[in-house]
């Protein structure tokens, strides 16, 4: 027999891997490989971050090969001719892949599929996005009638979860590239590489009678808490299987002990499961990724200052809650699902700047980025998409603040120039008088910006702009 090839994607894991386990199953050995496509590696959305927060888990990948008999094989180039040329050369007879469900992956599939024997094993949900439709056939554009149908299928169990193989034998002299040059520090990201850290991350929150998911539905709108589970990094290049997670959720909902553990453990499902939307939404809805999702709203006004984008950016808007998170985004490559709320509506909604130019941003910095979740996000709060906040809805950044940092510990953390501003004008330090100015030293204007919009005034210019458009 000859061996089969264990084409990794976004499945960088040993534990509960259907397409490894396939690729065992049915050939005389497996070669684990990774091709560094130049296509994603040099593409409108790589992130150097990124990048090397993937590096970093293939290397890590590597050594727990290396403990089980194998080796990661890595290839540069273009995936066809790539795999093509292994499948020739190891008389290889068949390919094993989890399905990624974004639309380049599934056209580069399709197009390898024709000539390869490429195998699709599971896929980066749990639940297929065709396996769930309307009565009528069609898919759901809302989230919660999703959500409901999507409970309604049978809920996979402990006993599903496949362990990591003991021993990988893979044919002895298969040349491996070396991978680029790898510069990351996760003492500075807050995220250690590898697929045994997400076990123990996920662990850590989910196990024993007081762990943090019994509390997450309290807390999870907190950014000065750090109360959500901060997977979504090992989600994204699948260092743990989301059908392990789901599980988790489902064994925490049944060993709750009362009901607000309950509704806690069954609000952090319900947050996979909108990840289980956006990767369906952009499945059935492929060009979602380059358009507003609704029409009336492909040709808003948009005044895409560059300098009001730039302050943006760089966390100088003069509105602590957003300068906090954009910079928190800069430093570490993640920012809080609330504050992405915040800092992405103050982008659309203030500063009416096309929700597209914020998408790339993120994309460019987030560990986590996420072509299906971040165009979800971005088009759900600018107003523009299958299951969106109503356009109307415009998050004020101050009262946020004030709500989910109620002490400002968060803003004092990431904005140090603020760090003496006493707590009632640490929303509003434009509010301290020159003298208050003088002894938090912090002068509005010179140590820390002042307000580069007005939110009133912007406010209803958006909201003009929004009604025009719809009419
Ligand atoms: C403008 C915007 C952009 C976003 N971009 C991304 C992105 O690029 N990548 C990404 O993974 N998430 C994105 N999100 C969703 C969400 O903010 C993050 O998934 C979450 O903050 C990750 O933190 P956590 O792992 O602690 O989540 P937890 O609260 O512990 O939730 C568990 C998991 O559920 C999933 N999840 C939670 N909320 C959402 C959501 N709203 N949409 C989709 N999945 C969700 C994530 O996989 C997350 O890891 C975006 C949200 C917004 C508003």
Not at 113 to 141: C, F, M, Q, R, W
Not at 340 to 365: H, P, Q, Y
Request: hydrophobic content about 35%; proline content about 8%; overall charge positive.
């Amino acid at each position: 027999m000859a061996p089969s090839i264990w084409w990794i994607r976004r499945d960088i894991r040993l534990t509960d891997n259907p397409a490894l386990h396939a690729a065992l199953a049915n050939g005389d050995g497996v070669i684990p490989l990774f091709i560094l496509d130049p296509k994603l590696w040099r593409g409108r959305w790589f992130s150097q971050r990124r990048g090397n927060f993937l590096f970093s888990n293939l290397k890590s990948l590597d050594t727990e090969l290396r403990k089980r008999g194998s080796q990661l094989i890595i290839r540069q180039g273009q995936p066809k001719q790539q795999l093509s040329a292994l499948v020739q050369k190891f008389e290889v007879n068949a390919i094993f892949s989890e399905e990624d469900l974004t639309p380049y992956a599934r056209e580069r599939d399709s197009q390898i599929a024709e000539t390869l024997p490429l195998n699709l094993v599971g896929n980066t949900s749990l639940h297929y996005p065709s396996s769930i439709l309307k009565n009528d056939g069609t898919p759901y554009k809302v989230y919660t009638p999703f959500m409901r149908r999507w409970k309604e299928k049978p809920p996979p169990t402990p006993f599903d979860i496949l362990s990591a193989p003991n021993h990988i034998p893979t044919p002895k002299g298969i040349a491996s590239q070396p991978l680029p040059e790898i510069s990351y520090n996760s003492d500075k990201t807050g995220f250690p590489p590898g697929e045994k850290t997400a076990q123990e991350i996920l662990a850590a929150f989910a196990d024993g009678p007081h762990a943090p998911i019994f509390s997450y539905q309290e807390s999870q709108n907190r950014p000065d808490l750090n109360s959500t589970s901060k997977l979504s990094p090992y989600f994204r290049f699948g260092l743990i299987s989301i059908r392990q997670a789901v599980t988790t959720a489902f064994s925490a909902i049944q060993a709750a002990k009362n009901d607000n553990q309950r509704n806690s453990a069954e609000t952090w499902l319900n947050e996979l499961i909108w990840r289980e939307f956006f990767n369906y939404i952009l499945y059935h809805y492929p060009n979602s990724l380059h358009q507003s999702f609704r029409k009336e709203f492909r040709d808003l006004p948009w005044i895409n200052d560059e300098e009001d984008f730039s302050a943006w950016k760089a966390g100088r808007t003069g509105f602590p809650m957003v300068d906090a998170a954009m910079r928190q985004l800069v430093d570490t490559g993640w920012m809080h699902n609330r504050t992405r709320m915040v800092t992405a509506s103050f982008l659309v909604k203030n500063l009416l700047i096309d929700w597209r130019w914020g998408e790339a941003w993120f994309m460019k910095n987030l560990i986590d980025g996420d072509p299906a979740a971040n165009n979800g996000g971005w088009q759900w709060v600018a107003g523009t998409g299958t299951d969106a906040a109503p356009y109307f809805r415009i998050f004020n950044p101050i009262t946020q603040g004030q709500k989910f940092d109620p002490s400002g510990k968060y803003i004092r953390r990431w904005v140090p120039e603020l760090h003496s501003v006493p707590d009632r004008y640490i929303h509003t330090p434009w509010k301290m008088s020159p003298s208050e100015q003088q002894s938090a030293k912090c002068l509005i204007g010179t140590d820390y910006p002042e307000q580069i919009i007005d939110l009133q005034f912007s406010r209803q210019r958006t909201l003009d702009a929004y009604q025009k458009a719809r009419s």
